[in-house]
């Protein structure tokens, strides 16, 4: 998903950049269902969404995205795997 921001006041450009990556609902399409999530945060080493009021963070190791072991819930490899690619990591 792509979209332009065009920022008039210059005192509000990190508050519009964490709404946008807050508000927006991106989506995810893994063994024939679609999972909807926001982008809490992402860095080249950690990505934290939230997917159905639950947070889920995924950090990058050796063997690729796996789950931090602080998520309440463990999400299937094949299902991060498409959400990384949808945040673009």
């Known amino acids: ?3 332009a921001i065009k920022i ?3 005192s509000l450009e990190k508050q519009l950049i964490f709404t946008s990556m ?4 991106l989506e995810a399409h893994y063994e ?3 999972y909807y999530f926001y982008l809490i945060s ?3 080493n ?3 969404i939230n997917a159905y009021s639950t947070e889920y963070t995924f950090l990058k190791t050796e063997k690729g995205w796996e789950n931090a072991p602080t998520n309440k819930n463990m999400m299937a490899y094949g299902l ?3 959400m990384i690619q949808v ?3």
């Open 42 to 44: 992402k860095s080249p």
């Open 80 to 82: 991060i795997a498409v």
């Open 32 to 34: 024939n269902r679609t």
């Open 46 to 48: 950690k990505i934290s």
């Open 1 to 3: 998903m792509l979209f």
């Open 22 to 25: 807050s508000q927006t609902r």
């Open 8 to 10: 008039i006041n210059p």
């Open 87 to 89: 945040v673009g990591a």
